[in-house]
């Protein structure tokens, strides 16, 4: 096993997800690619290794146990231990006139956004946390939105994404807690309002600029901050 860290990014093939594997990458990690897509993957490993920096696809669907299993596997035998994990996979869901109007809401949609935003984090991080327990130092971050935010309830109304980010905030807090007299450590991170597919590309911010907070939590200290929800700015309320 070598001493280069590796880190794995779901939903990487795109986006904030590519953006922060192109950022920990031209800082010295080697990137895993955690994406569904096969050409899509493999089409982003490839833009990376063009940009100098060593990269691999892994097939995943956070969705998935036998993927989530397998891209463990996958991780075991390219690097032998994971230093970073980046949750980044996440959907808005279906919208009705660009919102999720709780009163017709259908429950379909929730159960779909909380299966990928919720249910596989929760997945991939307890398969990968084997792997980041034979780090020095593991990160894990977890990308939420300050639409999840009960205090500042920014955006649209949105009955299932919104939510769905609040009870990741709420796990990213019971991981912590669980994780708290371990060298794992468990924040979550909004990149806020940035120029995706996922925005229409109808915003402000570059998926560079986006990816940043992810990129420093990844590469905390020691004697970082746990169990927080941070932006650029720095603390996001609950």
């Known amino acids: 096993m070598n001493d280069t860290k590796t880190a794995l990014v779901t939903g990487a093939n795109k986006g904030i997800g590519f953006a922060i594997a192109q950022g ?29 920096i060593e990269a691999f696809g892994v097939a ?9 299993a397998a891209a463990a596997a996958t991780i075991e035998r390219t690097a032998g231990r994971l230093d970073v994990l980046v ?19 259908d429950l379909d949609v929730v159960r779909t956004v909380l299966d990928t935003n919720v249910f596989g984090v929760v ?25 999840g935010s009960l205090t500042l309830q920014t955006g649209p109304i949105m009955a299932a994404y919104a939510p769905s980010k609040s009870m990741l905030n709420s796990v990213t807090a019971q991981y912590a807690r669980q994780l708290a007299d371990t060298n794992v450590i468990v924040n979550a991170a909004c990149p806020g309002y940035v120029a995706t597919d996922f925005t229409g590309f109808n915003a402000p911010r570059t998926p560079e600029q986006g990816a ?27």
């Open 24 to 52: 920990l990458g031209a800082i010295g990690f080697t990137v895993g690619v955690g994406a569904r897509d096969d050409a899509r993957r493999e089409e982003a490993v490839e833009r990376l290794r063009s940009a100098g």
């Open 60 to 68: 995943l669907d956070v969705t998935s146990d036998d993927s989530v």
């Open 87 to 105: 949750n980044n996979a996440g959907i808005s869901g279906r919208t009705d006139g660009g919102a999720q109007d709780p009163t017709t809401l």
């Open 123 to 147: 997945w991939v991080t307890n398969a990968m946390l084997p792997l980041l327990s034979r780090a020095n130092s593991p990160r894990i971050v977890n990308m939420s939105s300050n639409m």
């Open 212 to 238: 940043a907070i992810a990129i420093r939590l990844a590469t905390l200290p020691d004697d970082g901050p746990r169990g927080g929800f941070f932006d650029d700015e720095g603390v996001v309320p609950w």
